[in-house]
Nanobody
Framework: VQLQASGGGLVQAGGSLRLSCVFSGSTLSGYSVGWFRQAPGKEREFVVGIRWPGSTATGEDSLKGRFTISRDRTKNTVYLQMNSLKPEDTAVYYC???????????????????WGQGTQVTVSS
């Protein structure tokens, strides 16, 4: 399976963006998907994930209520909706997928076997 992440860009603080992660080579059915981000000089951080068939998990408290994950099986796409963006949300965002992780592994980057290429999100103050 290949993942293509897109939708990043430059946005002002308080704005919104929706990132897309398109599956190819397979349907997204049966796959759990996580969104991660990495800012310069920092480690990769778990943002939000959805396990097949539907339970979700969100990373640190500052993300809850602002970032949500959803999927559209007809478009073979998983989305990351980001609202009330802050300058500290600036990072490269990656989507990842796995057909075999359990719920407790949603936030563990090493548990995913498929990764997209990343999309840059820059939030200006």
């Amino acid at each position: 399976v290949q993942l293509q992440a897109s939708g990043g860009g430059l946005v002002q603080a308080g704005g919104s963006l929706r990132l897309s992660c398109v599956f190819s080579g397979s349907t997204l059915s049966g796959y759990s998907v996580g969104w991660f981000r990495q800012a310069p000089g920092k480690e990769r951080e778990f943002v939000v994930g959805i396990r097949w068939p539907g339970s979700t998990a969100t990373g640190e408290d500052s993300l809850k209520g602002r970032f949500t994950i959803s999927r559209d099986r007809t478009k073979n796409t998983v989305y990351l909706q980001m609202n009330s963006l802050k300058p500290e949300d600036t990072a490269v965002y990656y989507c990842a997928a796995s057909s075999r992780i359990i719920y407790s592994q949603l936030g563990v980057a090493s548990a995913y076997e498929h990764w997209g290429q990343g999309t840059q999100v820059t939030v200006s103050s």
